[in-house]
């Protein structure tokens, strides 16, 4: 069994551009307990301002302009929450609710 898609979001506002795609994994590993594989990514002008993902032998992580650091996972709804936030906050991304 492959993995399935769950989610794709992909938009631009001016030069930003925004992407998130997350998948069910057919059964969790130690990389990604969760069972879920993910890339949330939000650059501009092609250079990364922050991008969340997990691949293999990493885990879970955030890249935040230069620096890449661990990330907690807690639930896909948060996960989306913090990198929501970190879109407005790094690129003044407007949410539509």
Not at 8 to 29: C, F, N, T
Not at 30 to 49: E, I, M, Q, V
Request: charged share 35%.
């Amino acid at each position: 069994m492959r993995a399935r898609k769950l989610f794709h979001y992909k938009a631009s506002q001016g030069r930003v551009l925004v992407e998130m795609v997350i998948w069910a994994l057919p059964r969790a590993d130690a990389d990604r307990p969760h069972g879920l594989k993910y890339r949330l990514y939000c650059g501009c002008g092609g250079d990364c301002l922050v991008r969340y993902d997990n691949e293999r032998g990493k885990g879970d992580h955030r890249h935040y302009r230069d620096r890449e650091e661990a990330y907690r996972f807690q639930s896909l709804e948060q996960l989306i929450a913090d990198f929501r936030l970190d879109c407005t906050h790094l690129a003044g991304w407007r949410w539509d609710e």
